[in-house]
């Protein structure tokens, strides 16, 4: 089951502008993680904000959460060519003992 | 240094024939996890454990198996049961058991191919 829909599927940009992807997701959860992903290598975490959270900054990474919206956005500002890459959010439901189940993700372009 | 290591990273396989995938880690996590991945999809979760000795069925386990004999190594086993298994594995570890799920570590993958 995939609790997690990113948006866009795609995103091309140019260097120096944002990039925004959302999340949205069906049941009640205790944090949202988002990962990134390079081409043909393992995820690495970027960030975790938990439910009780609304924003959350880690340095050019901004995410916000509405569990009102059962939503999540992922902004990088002044995006580099480096940041081309898969970007995915993985939730944990609140009800349960469940691993964190991961969205389809935003596949990044950023043009130098 | 500490993380965690996939082996081979590149498995070529005739159908039929059952393929070991190997995941080890010297972060001396609890929980170890094992995702599959498609390509333009997300990662869906073939099987998890919490502790030594157990292991639990994630959404698509059929045609896998997998054992926790010990705290630093979950391999999974690609069985001829699979109809589909060309992909890429993804296993992954975290320092904490599912009640309070945290950070997930990811090795490099292993990328299955059958011929």
């Known amino acids: 089951s995939q609790q997690g829909e990113e948006d866009p599927q795609a995103l091309s940009i140019q260097e120096g502008e944002n990039a925004t992807m959302n999340c949205s997701y069906k049941t009640s959860i205790n944090n949202l993680q988002w990962y990134r992903q390079n081409s043909g290598r393992g995820l690495v975490h970027l960030i975790l904000?938990?439910?009780?959270?609304r924003e959350k900054h880690s340095g050019r990474l901004r995410v916000t959460l509405d569990t009102s919206k059962k939503s999540s956005s992922l902004l990088i500002t002044a995006s580099r060519a480096a940041d081309t890459a898969s970007y995915f959010c993985a939730t944990d439901a609140s009800a349960g003992n469940t691993p964190l189940v991961f969205g389809k993700g935003t596949r990044l372009s950023v043009i130098a | 240094d500490g993380g965690i290591t996939q082996s081979p990273k590149y498995l070529f396989r005739k159908e039929g024939q059952n393929v070991t995938l190997s995941c080890e880690q010297n972060?001396?996590?609890?929980?170890m996890y094992w995702y599959r991945q498609d390509p333009g999809q997300g990662l869906r979760l073939i099987y998890y454990?919490?502790?030594?000795?157990?292991?639990q069925k994630g959404d698509i386990a059929e045609g896998y198996s997998v054992s926790r004999e010990k705290k630093e190594s979950f391999p999974l086993t690609v069985t001829s049961a699979q109809k589909n298994p060309t992909a890429f594995y993804l296993c992954a570890s975290s320092p904490i058991r599912i009640t309070n799920t945290g950070e997930l570590f990811f090795g490099e993958g292993s990328r299955l191919t059958v011929l």
């Open positions: 972060l001396n996590h609890d929980a």
């Open positions: 904000i938990r439910s009780n959270e």
């Open positions: 454990s919490q502790i030594v000795n157990d292991f």
